[in-house]
């Protein structure tokens, strides 16, 4: 194998001390090094760094103690700028790390003044109330967010929180599922569905943060359709401790909504209305432990606009003009986009950006076509952990994003999302360090979506190590394996006549990274150890060779189907 350049002044993972030193201490695992903490030692990888930098500085080797190392870097925490007081709050669906360790698939909702509203999406339930809180992005590990801050008011969980009561019987759900979510301008609204014996009850709740007088009041709103002529529902909820708070009270909207408090656990009756089989009923939570003032949170600031981006030699090659677009930067001064994933809105033109700093969705503004009023505007405004997909169809924007494939619409024309459909469930894992990328989102010629998983997650996914291609299957979109011998299928295109094409990376079993042709049944050539039974599969067929000096890891592609537009080599 041929490593990298150590040398030069070209640092993927940074080039300080500190930063070498949690390279070799941690592994790269989508780069494909293991972690060697285990094997070395901080006092051998100290001298590892060492030796590196005295090849690389004339200086000489800068060495420092293991844990000042680690203490340095672990410092190294970027925070996700929340939306100003005037906008809808922050919507993140996303794996989060809490203080206690564990990590939470999560669905929160983070207010300009620093409160932040906690929802499970694994059990479908809503879990505390946070304050002083702030989310954080590793610089390294950039895949696991963390939450800091007071959980002021919690205990909302309960056991068994909602139970089908029919013809004398109680049904507990056999699956529940989050069907997508809304923006609302003072919390959220999340869909779901629940599968009984023989029917499945779509439903919502609403969570709102809303101020009465002189405190602020938890508000939510729980509504069933379609709910059977024989049956009633029962919800149960838990009343956190917050003393000083008034009692919660009840109101029903639509049907009729009975409850009673025993033991700190809140079991509501609701009985649907018999005409429209509807139901819909109010809690009123007074949190005493909640500011009335919102904290001012500091918007980041854009990059300079000095340069005219047209007025670059650098950026001019004969046939070509580019233009380097101004970034808005965080407040460390770093760029806030580092592109993952990049989409353009077929009837528009517009372009949308997944960045992976934070894990948020951009969308180009360039009023003028020529960059210098351009601007990188949030549209997802919330955080989508590995976007290494998207797709426009000219009505919504797709994001493959960690576990999900979620669809984006701005309903009300503001500029930014405020529905978000669940499409798709991906079987990944939820612990961030699992690697299990998943890229792609593109359509074949049925139209179906295509995906592939890398090699090194669980080898129980469809096209783990290969492609897999999203197809319905009861009520669901399920998967169905394609090809195989994938490392990391990261960059794909959809030619003009439906044909796949995709980009692979080169490694110990071939000596230079290609673009190949996608051909159902076929074997791409990784040799994964634990899925021999591919090798004796037919050799898929590979298009294009790069000569590894020029790229050591090729990434995205697109067809030109400009018809000359761009530039002077039309084929």
Request: glycine share 10%; charged share 25%.
């Amino acid at each position: 194998m041929v490593g990298p350049d150590l040398t030069d002044g070209i640092w993927d993972n940074g080039g300080t001390p500190a930063e070498i030193h949690q390279t070799i201490s941690e592994g790269l695992l989508d780069r494909g090094m293991p972690p060697w903490n285990e094997v070395l030692g901080p006092k051998k990888i100290t001298a590892v760094v060492a030796y590196i930098m005295s090849k690389h500085r004339k200086s000489g080797p800068v060495v420092a103690e293991p844990g000042a190392l680690r203490a340095a870097w672990s410092a190294g925490m970027d925070e996700v700028p929340l939306l100003s007081g005037d906008q809808p709050p922050l919507v993140a669906n996303a794996s989060l790390q809490l203080p206690a360790g564990y990590v939470m698939e999560s669905l929160c909702v983070a207010f300009a003044g620093r409160e932040l509203l906690l929802y499970d999406l694994e059990v479908g339930q809503f879990q505390s109330v946070w304050t002083d809180a702030r989310l954080l992005r590793n610089r390294i590990r950039i895949r696991s967010y963390t939450l800091e801050g007071n959980e002021a008011v919690h205990g909302f969980a309960a056991d068994d929180p909602l139970t089908l009561l029919s013809n004398g019987r109680r049904e507990h759900p056999a699956s529940i599922q989050c069907l997508g979510y809304d923006r609302l301008a003072d919390g959220v609204r999340i869909r779901t569905v629940m599968s009984f014996s023989g029917r499945s009850l779509e439903g919502e709740e609403t969570l709102r943060l809303v101020r009465s007088g002189t405190v602020r009041q938890l508000v939510r709103t729980i509504a069933w359709q379609e709910v059977p002529d024989d049956a009633v529902l029962e919800f149960r909820s838990g009343i956190p401790a917050n003393p000083g708070a008034a009692a919660p009270q009840l109101k029903a909207e639509i049907g009729r909504a009975e409850g009673a408090i025993e033991k700190g656990i809140w079991t509501i009756r609701l009985v649907p209305e018999r005409k429209s089989r509807a139901v819909r009923a109010t809690m009123v939570h007074p949190l005493s432990s909640i500011r009335d003032e919102a904290v001012a949170v500091a918007k980041p600031a854009d990059a300079p606009r000095n340069e005219d981006p047209l007025d670059r030699g650098s950026l001019i090659r004969p046939g070509y003009r580019a233009i380097k677009y101004s970034l808005p930067r965080l407040s460390s001064g770093e760029d806030r986009v580092m592109p993952y994933a990049l989409a353009t809105d077929p009837k528009t033109g517009r372009l949308y950006v997944a960045s992976g700093k934070l894990g948020e969705v951009f969308v180009l503004s360039d009023p003028t076509d020529d960059g210098r009023a351009a601007r990188m505007e949030n549209f997802g405004a919330g955080l989508f952990a590995d976007s290494f997909g998207m797709l426009h169809d000219g009505e919504s924007l797709l994001v493959m994003h960690r576990r999900n494939i979620t669809r984006l619409r701005d309903t009300d024309g503001d500029g930014q999302a405020d529905r978000f459909d669940r499409v798709a469930v991906l079987p990944q894992s939820p612990d961030p360090n699992a690697y299990d990328f998943a890229y792609g989102l593109v359509r074949d010629k049925e139209g179906s979506l295509i995906v592939s998983f890398a090699p090194y997650g669980s080898l129980d996914i469809p096209g783990s190590g290969g492609v897999a291609r999203l197809i319905p299957r009861g009520g669901v979109l399920a998967l169905d394996e394609v090809s195989y011998g994938i490392r990391n299928g990261v960059g794909w295109s959809a030619g003009p006549e439906g044909e796949l094409f995709f980009t692979d990376n080169q490694g110990e079993w071939v000596a230079s990274s290609r673009l190949s042709h996608l051909v159902p049944g076929t074997f791409y050539g990784f040799p994964h150890p634990q899925q021999p039974q591919h090798k004796d599969k037919p050799k898929g067929p590979a298009t294009i060779w790069i000569p590894y000096s020029w790229g050591k890891s090729i990434n995205g592609v697109i067809y030109d189907s400009t018809g000359g537009k761009f530039g002077p080599f039309d084929c």
